[in-house]
């Protein structure tokens, strides 16, 4: 579907900044459960979406923030491309805008960098109803302030995201998993080793005393890097890496909240229950634990941080507190692009 | 202007009377970037040793309501660092020490005045390097890189500054400290790390980067393509980076700037050809092997009339050498250049090329084109005599239309020199008022009292409206005495 709403969904945010309604942004509302809870009238982007622009020799698409994440990866599969930060979905209906509102990445993370390193611009709609356009669609691009790349995980706090563009690249020739039986502390040791490597280590997991590896490139590179890696071959990889980006891993099943650690790749083993399971050659590790001044703590002795990232509904803390002047900072900005706040409001932070 | 003495009473207070620099003499050297044509003698040059100093002058410089400026090197190309009247010069030469390589966490923590280049030579012994290699790497900053998001010549595989940024210590107007990013490059909230990358020291000053080392690549390969004809050239880009290939870099020359290049590096390029591609390959060894197999066919069938592949590293410098030097070695063939940076979509390459020659030819002015092709990175070098009456406004007026070409094609008027002072008027052509305005909010997020190198990166829409009226009326109003750029 091609379906420019802008003008809607102006309306809609000017009618709700006239008279200071609180607007709740939802794209295919699959990651609800991500952020602070918050009230709000929604404001459903979907009917805005379609692909504007993919000329493959420029790496780059441009797309409607409520175009459906799996049409711009199809898009991109049958050229030969894709997103490299393998963004999760969640949910068949996940949006563009909603992807990169929230800024998440998977597997390739450590390998391929955030989300953030690949947006070039955005179109972009405040919350004192104007429409924006920052950054653009090339390559590199130093004129004003980077504020394409502000949006990237900026929760909607800011603005709704009607286009966005991002640099994209070629997939890789080919993809193996191999497997090693390793405890948690001598995992993260070999992990860090082949990271400094020259090795195309696209992604790692570890969990229950095996670690996953999985390299990229063309065939007789994969070869000679199964040679050096050794371990076990593991079959129908592609499945086993969707269900971590996805979280469909039984890991994830249940109800107790889920916890995520930031913290050093070199970092020793955090002293948590009920996990983790590695991510990010060390940098993301996720824990089943209840009592969330724990995992914080943990976290933050170790040089990361801890983000409550599923739970059952809370009005509580879910990410790390800023220092006060950065909360500040995050305030007056929330003020130039939403003055009347009424976008995604405390979703981030109380008052942002 | 004479500063204000409670000020210096402070300044000298915060790092000590040797620190603080007020005679004309002293001060002479700092009055211009790498931008000569703009040049102002700072009225104070500070040079602090520690960040807490760097607080200690922002703090004053906040009280006294003084405008402040920073400055890493001076090899900026757009006049980010021209000292403004009535303020302070803050220069972070001295903060210089790489505090920590630590190859097991493949990072560098280093004080904002040490070197790019310095970073690549800490990390070598443990097989890593830094990334981004601006041309000036030998003398720039990694202050100012993060101040520019400095690219280079590796910028389409390897990245930006920003790509290979972890963490940034900023310290704000009102002297606090601010720790944005990680090690992880992970951390809570707004990205602001990407926003301050490039800012160009509008919203703080940069004490501290943790930035991510790469191993070094295993093989890397060069080859060197020439061509009949510009936009062979130019399509041949578009059909490489097509093709899935992703090269380490992918440069291209025309004829005049080769042939400059060549005469002055000796490096063995084909001067009898109307166009140069240089493309770089790096990675493990069978895959740069299948790659650089793949771009000799492909560049073949796209109409190359000459190829070499650098037999081994020596040749692969010279290669180089010619490229590296090409501004200076054009530099030779006119008393004056401007050096423009638009960036362009690649698939208008050709057109906005050839349309760049029918400008050039209008204007009665040369230009030599040497590129990031594969970024789309242009840097048209308009050659002039200013001694010759009213060439400095005809070359500035072509400087413009070319980059206006570049924001119609949907490009941008800066790919990684920045704005500064020199392309305010352009960034009237990019931006609307209602972008120009966001940008000043944010300042003022930042700044509420716009010390934090005033004027610079961010046209007034006064500014602007003055701007539309020149461009309508082209360059035949007698504006000329004017600062446009």
Redesign the interface.
């Known amino acids: 579907m091609d379906r420019d709403a802008t003008d809607d969904l102006l309306a809609q945010v000017r009618d709700a900044a006239t008279r200071g309604v609180a607007l709740r942004i939802v794209g295919g509302d699959t990651k609800r459960f991500y952020g602070r809870a918050i009230d709000g009238v929604p404001l459903v982007t979907r009917g805005h979406t379609g692909i504007v622009r993919h000329?493959?020799?420029?790496?780059?698409l441009t797309a409607r923030g409520g175009t459906p994440l799996a049409e711009v990866e199809a898009r991109l599969a049958a050229h030969?491309q894709r997103l490299p930060f393998e963004p999760p979905h969640f949910g068949t209906d996940a949006t563009l805008g909603g992807t990169v509102a929230a800024?998440l990445a998977g597997p390739a993370r450590a390998w391929a960098?955030?989300l953030?390193?690949y947006v070039l611009g955005v179109r972009v709609l405040?919350g004192n109803g104007?429409?924006?356009?920052?950054g653009?669609?090339?390559?590199?691009?130093?004129?004003?302030?980077?504020?394409a790349?502000?949006m990237?995980?900026?929760l909607g706090v800011?603005g709704v995201l009607l286009d966005v563009s991002l640099k994209v690249?070629?997939?890789a020739a080919a993809e193996r998993t191999m497997a090693l039986e390793l405890d948690e502390a001598q995992a993260l040791e070999h992990v860090?080793s082949l990271?400094?490597?020259?090795?195309?280590l696209s992604a790692s997991n570890w969990i229950d005393g095996r670690l996953y590896l999985r390299f990229e490139?063309?065939m007789?590179?994969l070869d000679?890097v199964a040679a050096r890696i050794g371990g076990e071959l593991l079959p129908d990889c592609g499945s086993f890496w969707a269900s971590l980006r996805e979280q469909t891993h039984p890991f994830f099943a249940g109800e107790q909240p889920l916890w995520r650690c930031?913290?050093?790749?070199?970092a020793a083993p955090l002293p948590l229950e009920n996990g983790p399971l590695v991510e990010?050659n060390g940098?993301?590790r996720w824990y089943r634990c209840a009592a969330g001044a724990t995992a914080c703590d943990a976290a933050a002795a170790a040089?990361?941080?801890a983000?409550l990232f599923r739970q059952v509904c809370t009005t509580e803390e879910v990410?790390?507190?800023?220092?006060a002047?950065?909360l500040r900072?995050?305030r007056?900005?929330k003020?130039?692009?939403d003055p009347a706040g009424i976008l995604n409001p405390g979703r981030?932070?109380a008052g942002? | 202007m004479t500063p204000d003495p409670a000020l210096l009473r402070d300044l000298r207070a915060a790092l000590g009377a040797d620190a603080v620099l007020v005679s004309a003499e002293a001060c002479a050297p700092f009055e211009c970037d790498a931008l000569t044509a703009h040049r102002r003698r700072p009225d104070v040059v500070v040079l602090p040793s520690t960040a807490d100093q760097v607080q200690s002058v922002l703090r004053a410089c906040r009280h006294h309501g003084t405008p402040v400026v920073a400055r890493g090197a001076g090899t900026g190309l757009s006049g980010g660092s021209l000292p403004v009247a009535g303020g302070v010069l803050l220069v972070l030469a001295r903060l210089n020490q790489i505090l920590e390589v630590d190859?097991?966490?493949?990072l560098a923590r280093v004080q904002p005045g040490v070197t790019n280049l310095e970073i690549s030579g800490a990390a070598a012994p443990?097989?890593?390097y830094y990334a981004p290699d601006p041309s000036s790497q030998v003398a720039c900053t990694i202050g100012g890189n993060v101040a520019?998001?400095s690219?280079g010549v590796h910028?389409?595989k390897h990245?930006?500054t920003?790509?290979n940024l972890l963490e940034i210590r900023v310290v704000?107007i009102?002297g606090?400290l601010?720790?944005l990013g990680?090690?992880?490059?992970?951390?809570?909230?707004?990205?602001?790390l990407?926003?301050l990358?490039?800012?160009e020291g509008?919203?703080g000053v940069v004490v501290e980067a943790t930035v991510r080392l790469k191993?070094?690549?295993?093989r890397v390969e060069l080859l060197m393509a020439a061509f009949g004809d510009v936009r062979r050239c130019a399509d041949a880009v578009?059909?490489v980076?097509?093709s899935?290939?992703?090269p380490a870099g992918l440069e291209m020359m025309d004829a005049p700037a080769m042939r400059a290049a060549e005469a002055f590096a000796r490096c063995g390029y084909p001067v009898d050809a109307e166009a140069l591609l240089l493309c770089e390959l790096d990675?493990?060894p069978?895959?740069v092997e299948?790659d650089l197999q793949a771009v000799e066919v492909l560049l073949r069938d796209c109409g190359a009339t000459a190829l070499r592949i650098a037999v081994d590293a020596a040749e692969r410098q010279r290669m180089w050498s010619g490229r590296k030097s090409a501004f200076p070695a054009v530099g030779r063939l006119a008393p004056d250049y401007f050096c423009m940076d638009g960036?362009?979509?690649?698939?208008h390459l050709a057109d906005v090329l050839q349309r760049i020659g029918e400008l050039s030819q209008a204007a009665g002015l040369p230009v030599a084109n040497v590129f990031?092709a594969?970024?789309?990175?242009l840097h048209p070098l308009i050659l002039f005599d200013a001694g010759e009456p009213g060439a400095v406004e005809r070359a500035e007026q072509l400087g413009a239309e070319i980059l206006e070409l570049c924001v119609a094609v949907?490009?941008?008027?800066?790919?990684?020199?920045?704005?500064g002072v020199e392309?305010l008027g352009p960034?009237c052509t990019?931006?609307?008022s209602?972008?120009l305005e966001?940008?000043h909010?944010?300042?003022?997020?930042?700044d509420p009292d716009g010390l934090l190198n005033p004027g610079k990166?961010?046209p007034t829409l006064a500014r602007c409206a003055d701007y539309g009226a020149m461009r309508v009326h082209g360059g035949k109003l007698p504006f000329s005495h004017l600062p446009r750029f």
């Open positions: 000329d493959p020799a420029e790496l780059v030969g800024g960098g955030p953030r390193d405040t104007r429409v924006l356009r920052f653009g669609e090339v390559m590199k691009n130093v004129a004003g302030y980077d504020v790349r502000l990237a995980g900026s800011l690249l070629p997939r860090a990271a400094r490597s020259a090795l195309p490139g063309s007789a590179t000679a930031t913290v050093p790749g070199l990010w940098m993301q040089g990361g941080h983000t990410f790390t507190p800023l220092a002047p950065l900072l995050h007056e900005l003020r130039v692009f981030m932070y942002v | 190859p097991r966490r493949r443990h097989g890593l520019e998001n690219g910028c389409l990245g930006l920003i790509h704000t009102d606090e601010l720790v990680s090690e992880t490059g992970e951390a809570p909230g707004l990205p602001l990407a926003l990358t490039g800012s509008m919203l191993p070094l690549p295993e578009g059909r980076i097509a899935g290939i992703v990675g493990l069978h895959d299948r960036t362009i979509p690649r698939r990031h594969g970024d789309g990175n949907g490009g941008t008027v800066t790919g990684e020199h920045g704005v392309k960034m990019q931006f609307g209602g972008e966001a940008f909010a944010v300042k003022r997020a930042f990166a961010v």
